[in-house]
């Protein structure tokens, strides 16, 4: 029976529309055939390990607090690296024969081409977030599998991972799923902010609004107010490639540039981060920012801050 075949539920977003295709058309995945993941030895799951050690370190702690939030909804966590290869889980002693059942486990890989559409491997191919509720996975053996899932990304912009609350429960969970959604997104920043902080030690980090998805709008500059590093979502806000990036652009006369009203919101959000580093000190914001004194004057006349 062809996946296609059957009605997506009317909620369902499309991004698991254009999940479900990449399933039918271009993996060939049948939705009522059985599944069983590939799973790394030890020896290789210590090697995947090591590869994302940082990313690790960095998102275990993160992963305790948000399992201590949820645990009484009946929700795991699981952390995967880039290639949906899971590398850690907090999950209640109640939930492990679920887990074993369903290959919820350290080293089984589970990637939207040879899972179909789940949350950790959806979100990595689509590098976006996605919940999947009673009847949203590819795959039959699935259906009662509701699963919140967001991108982790790390210094460089690029995908460290997915972070993933799953339970084994149908949609009990739907009537909380944009508050789940929420905090996943808001875990996902904080081990993001983490990488980048640990990775622009010593520079000063100003951020160019509030974000929306899981990354922050996180920029690292020098001393001559030149761009060393950007979050995701800063370089998706600002429009930054890689090779821009290498180039050092000066973040003001970057901000200055751009006529859209969000622009402006970032131009302010930089000033008062500035400010707020240096304690209200217009003359070591200033210096920070490698502007003037009077330039910054002008700025906060402008941008209306007392």
């Not at 009605?7 to 059985?34: F, M, N, T």
């Not at 390990?49 to 795991?76: D, P």
Request: charged share 20%.
């Amino acid at each position: 029976m062809s996946r296609s075949e059957v009605q997506i539920l009317p909620i369902a977003k499309a991004a698991v529309e254009q999940s479900w295709e990449r399933c039918l058309s271009a993996y060939h995945l049948d939705p009522a055939q059985g599944w069983i993941p590939d799973i790394l030895s030890g020896a290789e799951l210590r090697h995947v390990s090591g590869r994302s050690a940082i990313f690790l370190k960095s998102a275990m702690g993160e992963m305790h607090r948000l399992f201590e939030l949820v645990q009484g909804m009946g929700l795991m966590v699981i952390l995967a690296d880039p290639n949906s290869t899971i590398l850690a889980r907090c999950v209640d002693e109640t939930h492990l024969s679920v887990c074993r059942r369903l290959h919820l486990r350290k080293g089984a890989i589970w990637s939207e081409a040879s899972a179909g559409t789940n949350g950790v491997g959806t979100c990595i191919a689509d590098k976006q977030p996605v919940f999947l509720g009673q009847g949203d996975h590819w795959r039959f053996c699935f259906s009662l599998l509701a699963s919140y899932a967001v991108p982790v990304f790390d210094a460089q912009g690029h995908v460290a991972g997915a972070l993933n609350l799953a339970a084994m429960t149908g949609n009990t969970t739907r009537p909380y799923a944009n508050l789940l959604m929420e905090t996943l997104k808001l875990s996902s920043r904080r081990i993001e902010e983490t990488l980048f902080r640990n990775c622009h030690m010593g520079e000063q980090i100003l951020t160019l609004g509030m974000p929306e998805e899981s990354s922050s709008l996180l920029v690292a500059i020098n001393q001559a107010g030149e761009v060393t590093g950007a979050t995701h979502g800063a370089r998706t806000f600002m429009g930054w490639t890689e090779d821009r990036l290498c180039t050092r652009p000066n973040l003001l006369t970057e901000l200055e540039a751009g006529v859209e009203i969000s622009f402006k919101k970032a131009e302010e959000s930089v000033v008062r981060s500035a400010l707020a580093a240096t304690q209200g000190n217009v003359s070591a914001a200033a210096k920070s920012l490698n502007i003037s004194r009077a330039t910054l004057y002008r700025k906060m006349r402008a941008l209306e801050i007392q």
